[in-house]
């Protein structure tokens, strides 16, 4: 069965040109924050960046009546592993890296300065952006000599650019200071009216910052992006003094994408019963309820984790497990197994062990567990009548900037190997949201502490009448 719940996609019509129709479609991974591009003529299509589910761009495929000859990547990811090897052979595309790039497959290199010619009309222009990595590319696109759009990958993004320091510290300031050039290559050498697409920028962690913006061109960065308004020195100051942790699972995806990863079996793994559910909890394996943290916490199997489809799933899990960890997934409804499989997938784990359809009747065989949950109100009140753990996951620049007075920060990719560092007693645990704090009360509810999972959003610890410290308080 094909899953297309991440399918999400939006579409922009090129400009009026004699005789050239253009579609640009943008592709969303919003657990991920990425998109990838489907860009055609109503003829012959090009893609940038795709994700390893390369299902979904084959349907769209099909469904515009296009032939797909060129795929393109801006550079070697770290936050996804890349569908493009498995999207060239599956249609004859010629798949482009950078030359300098060291990968152990065929493709295409292209160069600096290099253009490709798509079809009759669209021509696409390499241009040389270091920042995000050092062979990072950017793709200018022009159809009947006219500009177009220039697909950014992990260089200038939306109010921001791609973060400087995924590949060690040894190279991080250097990083920053290609990024800044860059950007300011890409200014001076493409017109105002350049459209604007990147691939990071929309929750992924390999953005610098975040920005809600959906759509830019180059004018629009020109006056916005502290990039091409500060000068070098200040901005590789105030873009290396805040940067934050990065997902772990980063260091697998890079190699991944340099072997060629092949497409993934998206078919469903065997059923597991109760008694087998628990047998994998008891050996350490991952058992994961993949219902709402309200669903979860009302009544679950014990031992199980909760990372919630309606959240950054794919991010959390790849970032607290330990890598090669069995993962068994439960969903009330086969489609769900299916999401979060294709969700695992994006980031290097293939396939789960076992899996298992219902609810948490069906999944234990004991009695289904439960923990409360509550509001920051609800915290303000109870810390009058007894004494409570306040346990804070967000990460530690968060914490650092407004904290409640008082409580403990484990972020919450530390709290699996942390757990012990707990203090005793009954532990509140939040986090910016509350999809942090049902992660965080699940691992605490398995071994066997008394969680209250706080659901709610930060800003509303004030409100309640919570002491606050913190520069941001």
């Known amino acids: 069965m094909s899953d297309y719940s991440n399918l999400a996609s939006t579409e922009s019509q090129g400009p009026e040109l ?25 003829e012959v299509a090009f893609v940038v960046d795709p994700q390893r589910d390369i299902d979904r761009i084959l349907e769209m495929l099909r469904a515009d009546g296009v032939r797909l000859t060129h795929v393109f990547e801006t ?8 569908g493009g090897l498995a999207l060239a052979q599956a249609t004859g595309a010629t798949y482009l890296i950078n030359a300098d790039d060291k990968v152990s497959f065929d493709r295409t290199p292209i160069h600096e300065g290099e253009i490709v010619e798509i079809g009759d009309r669209m021509r696409v222009r390499a241009i040389h952006t270091p920042g995000h990595t050092f062979t990072h590319l950017s793709y200018a696109l022009t159809a009947a000599d006219e500009p177009i ?67 830019s061109t180059i004018g629009q960065e020109r006056g916005a992006n502290p990039v091409l308004t500060q000068d070098e020195e200040d901005y590789v100051r105030e873009l290396l003094d805040g940067l934050g942790a990065w997902p772990a699972y980063y260091a697998h995806i890079a190699p991944a994408n340099s072997a060629g990863p092949s497409a993934p079996d998206l078919s469903l793994p065997g059923k597991a019963d109760a008694a087998e559910l628990r047998r994998r909890i008891e050996a350490g394996e991952w058992v994961v309820d993949l219902r709402n943290r309200t669903a979860f916490a009302a009544g679950h199997a014990p ?11 794919s991010t959390y ?29 994006r980031i290097g784990i293939d ?79 939040h986090c910016a949201g ?36 913190g520069p941001q308080a």
């Open 303 to 313: 031992g199980t984790l909760n990372f919630g489809l309606d959240g950054a799933f």
């Open 351 to 429: 396939r789960p062990a076992a899996q298992a359809t219902g609810g948490p009747e069906n999944w234990s065989l004991d009695a289904p567990v439960s923990f409360p949950t509550a509001t920051f109100g609800d915290l303000e009140q109870v810390r009058h009548h007894r004494k409570v753990v306040v346990l804070d996951v967000r990460r530690a620049e968060e914490h650092d900037s407004a904290r409640i007075q008082g409580a403990v920060n484990i972020p919450i990719h530390e709290l699996p190997q942390r757990i012990a560092e707990v203090p005793p007693g009954e532990v509140w645990v």
């Open 434 to 469: 509350g999809y942090r704090a049902s992660i965080a009360a699940s691992f605490l509810d398995a071994a066997g502490r008394r969680p209250v999972a706080v659901d709610d959003q930060f800003e509303n610890a004030a409100k309640a009448g919570l002491d606050l410290v």
């Open 149 to 215: 759009a220039v697909f950014t990958g992990g260089s200038l993004l939306y109010g921001a650019t791609g973060r400087p320091d995924l590949l060690g510290p040894d190279h991080t300031d250097a990083l920053a200071r290609h990024q800044h050039a860059s950007a300011h290559k890409l200014a001076r050498t493409l017109p105002d009216q350049t459209e604007i697409y990147p691939t990071h920028g929309f929750g992924s962690f390999c953005s610098a910052t975040q920005s809600e913006a959906t759509e």
């Open 75 to 82: 550079h070697i990811h770290n936050d996804y592993v890349t």
């Open 317 to 345: 899990v790849g970032w607290l497990i330990a890598w090669g960890t069995p993962v068994t997934l439960l969903g009330q409804t086969a489609e769900d197994v299916a999401q979060a499989q294709r969700e695992l997938v």
């Open 18 to 42: 004699p005789g050239v129709s253009l579609t640009i479609r943008a592709i969303d991974t919003p657990s991920l924050g990425d998109r990838s591009y489907l860009v055609h003529d109503c």
